[in-house]
């Protein structure tokens, strides 16, 4: 018999009370995700600084950076799953989920980012070499045209939490549950979506964020809940910053 237990799918022998995980990827279609994904974001964001040049509108950049990082992560994950292993949709982590998650989700995720705000100014007080590059992205997400700034902001609020986590919680934590356990895979996925912020301020409160939402992906077995808290934070970030820069 086969059943679904936290988007792992286990199979139960007669009488088994308690069903062995079986991997949800084996490390064939890790690898293949993991390849896809690098060489479709790397040729997409170079196509976009070739299509659009040297001296191109910031704003034309960053709408171009976030489709051809969406366009991999998106393709690599179920590409590849149709391809070879063809969960289904609940299996990949799209399973319903309660008022209790949803209303906890949108308290966490607002929770995460108030607290990522104090202690992003804490450690650039502290440390201002950690703020390095954030100046530059500031220039780019934020822009005196309102009608950009709704774009931008709607994009990072709605866009970016569903594709980090298919790619982030769906696919690298699972191809890791499995071999490191569970709070081995939160750390792992964690520590790879904080380093995909790059910022060195951002690397670590990403990396707490991943913590938090790692957490809520095992405890509630659904991506729509990390979905829900991750568009909470990023869309007060959002706000936040844009206050910021009209102050």
Known sequence: MIENVNNYRVEMEPNQSVPAFKKLWDWKDITLMSVVFLILYLVGQTAVFLVLGEDADPFHLVIGSLVMTAIPAVISVFGINLLR?????????????????????????????????????????????????????????????????????????????????????????????????????????SLLFGLFHLIPAQIITAFLLGLVLGWMYEKSGSLWTVIIAHVVNNGLAMGMAAIAAMM
């Open 85 to 189: 292993q063809r969960h289904s949709v609940a299996q990949l982590g799209f399973t319903p989920i309660s008022s209790y998650w949803l209303w906890l989700s949108i308290g966490l995720g607002a929770a995460a980012a108030v607290v990522r705000t104090g202690i992003i100014w804490g450690l650039i007080e502290l440390f201002p070499a950690l703020n390095a590059g954030a100046d530059a992205l500031a220039e780019m997400l934020v822009f005196e045209e309102a009608w950009k700034m709704l774009i931008v902001g709607s994009l990072a609020t709605l866009v970016v939490p569903v594709y980090e986590e298919i790619f982030f919680r769906g696919f690298i934590h699972n191809a890791f549950r499995n071999r490191l356990g569970m709070w081995g895979a939160i750390i792992a996925s």
